[in-house]
């Protein structure tokens, strides 16, 4: 009974997030459309957040350090819009998908909407703590983000592929 | 009706294609920016599709712009994987073996912006962007300071 309660107050906690995503056009706009759909990979994210292009930035002159923390910080920002923007696309085409689908099963769109909302809820706290803190200073937040959205996507495709196979048989 | 063998015999060309291109071409470049540039020069501007003469004798056209793409793709890959002190000496490289004054023309006129491939990220493309400028920012303090 305490299950399906949490369950239940995060999908609806998701909902009314993704609904306000919507209103504040997160989806669309921000130039993201082109090259929107994929992340990159975590090699990149390494790139973009490493330790060593730092400390070398910090040995520079101060005028291009600070415009090395502002790109770098820029970049972060755009790495979690590109997170937002990913999840809530792979969830519309998710709730596309399974609202024909007859495979449809309360508890693993339960996790799927707790998962997204966990994403959603990083992000938010990643963003907060970029402009405060500086995105070489969150290593654990950018871990925990890389692989909860990897865990989001295959939890999709493994509930797609499901659906239709379902659809088929 | 499709040839079910015309397939892999077009991803057995764009192999070709690459194994060519890289012996023949990029070999002969020296440093993965300026065979960045270089391949990017193979691009048509308005269509996004690579061509390349010497390649175009032997190959399809589809299979020279796959294999282009390809290489394209892996090039810029490598590089945005690069530390920031590689950056310099790639581009330190590159502005040796071309012009030395390019530098403040790349600074102004910012013509890497077309060294991006098709299908990159918004991090990525940034990511390349950036660590170009703080380069050349490095570059030019470095001149400053000569």
Redesign the interface.
């Known amino acids: 009974m305490m299950d399906v309660l949490i369950y239940g107050s995060f999908s609806l906690a998701a909902l009314l997030l993704l609904a306000l995503f919507w209103r504040r056009g997160e989806l669309e706009g921000r130039?993201?459309e082109p090259?929107?759909m994929?992340?990159?990979?975590p090699?990149?994210?390494d790139?973009?957040f490493?330790q060593?292009?730092l400390c070398?930035?910090q040995s520079?002159?101060k005028?291009?350090y600070r415009?090395?923390a502002r790109?770098?910080q820029?970049?972060a920002m755009?790495?979690i819009?590109?997170i937002r923007y990913t999840c809530i696309l792979l969830l519309r085409r998710h709730a596309r998908t399974v609202r024909r689908s007859s495979a449809l099963f309360i508890w693993r769109e339960a996790r799927i909407a707790a998962s997204f909302l966990g994403i959603l809820v990083a992000c938010e706290l990643f963003a907060l703590a970029v402009v405060t803190l500086g995105p070489a200073r969150l290593k654990m937040l950018i871990a925990f983000l890389v692989s909860r959205t990897e865990l989001l996507q295959m939890e999709l495709l493994c509930s797609y592929l499901e659906a239709v196979y379902e659809t088929a048989a | 009706m499709k040839d079910p063998n015309s397939e892999p015999a077009e991803s057995m060309n764009i192999s070709s294609v690459l194994a060519e291109f890289r012996e023949r071409s990029l070999r002969y470049v020296q440093g993965n920016l300026a065979k960045l540039v270089y391949l990017s020069s193979c691009r048509d501007y308005n269509s996004g599709r690579y061509r390349h003469d010497g390649l175009a004798t032997r190959f399809s056209e589809t299979a020279v712009h796959e294999g282009l793409a390809l290489c394209h793709r892996d090039l810029f890959e490598q590089m945005i994987q690069a530390p920031l002190t590689e950056w310099i000496e790639e581009l330190r490289l590159y502005f040796t073996s071309t012009d030395p004054d390019a530098a403040r023309v790349w600074k102004e006129l910012r013509p890497y912006q077309i060294a991006i491939p098709r299908g990159t990220t918004a991090l990525e493309a940034e990511l390349f962007m950036s660590n170009l400028k703080i380069a050349l920012e490095i570059l030019e303090s470095e001149r400053r300071a000569d």
Request: no cysteine; charged share 15%.
């Open positions: 130039g993201l090259m929107g994929a992340l990159p990979a090699a990149v994210i790139r973009v490493s060593d292009d070398y930035a520079l002159p005028p291009i415009s090395f790109q770098r820029a970049m755009t790495w819009r590109q």
